[in-house]
């Protein structure tokens, strides 16, 4: 007596109709995936475990740990932009006409990336055809920010020395550290 040892009375462990999550939190209850191996009703309201959840607002379902967990809380990564949701946010929802544009050398695809995204991804410029890395949530449609184009970078067969103009090819030394191909004709 006296001595703590109850699991249920010191919050270590689930009893239903006591301290589980569909009895403490209807609510909060609602939002529980029936995709968990466990039911609300087997799970301890202040657990630190974690979950599947959805997200009553976009219907996503993500992880996160259920003490943390509030009814009508901000956690939904993708009502936040921070993750993508196919339908939702991604860059193909959002900016759908940059798709075209997308490089299939990316890691992901346009709808698993946020069109807010602040990583780097590889785009196809629909002018020159070059392929150049550009902050995804910086693109936008017809932003002129090929570096092909505006000649920052060099892109054989486009704005090279050696195609733009040929002519001074023979008076190119060997002794430069980059062949007529390899500056562009606007290089200073």
Do not use: F
Not at 114 to 143: F, H, M, N, Q
Request: glycine share 6%.
């Amino acid at each position: 007596v006296g001595d703590h040892a109850c699991p249920y009375c010191n919050e270590h462990d689930c009893i239903t109709g006591y301290n589980d999550l569909e009895t403490l939190d209807p609510e909060l209850a609602k939002e529980w995936s029936p995709n968990n191996s466990r039911p609300a009703s087997k799970i301890w309201r202040d657990g630190k475990i974690s979950g599947l959840w959805i997200c009553p607002d976009c219907g996503g379902e993500y992880w996160h740990y259920v003490s943390d967990r509030e009814a009508g809380d901000n956690a939904c990564p993708y009502c936040r932009n921070r993750k993508a949701l196919a339908g939702l946010n991604s860059l193909a929802d959002i900016k759908p006409e940059l798709v075209p544009e997308w490089s299939p050398n990316n890691d992901v695809a346009p709808d698993e990336v946020t069109a807010t995204a602040s990583r780097t991804a590889l785009w196809i410029c629909p002018e020159c055809g070059g392929e150049y890395p550009y902050s995804v949530r910086d693109r936008k449609v017809g932003d002129c920010v090929c570096p092909y184009c505006n000649n920052k970078k060099v892109l054989p067969g486009l704005n090279s020395l050696a195609d733009i103009k040929p002519e001074l090819i023979s008076e190119w030394s060997p002794n430069n550290d980059v062949a007529p191909d390899e500056v562009t004709a606007t290089a200073s």
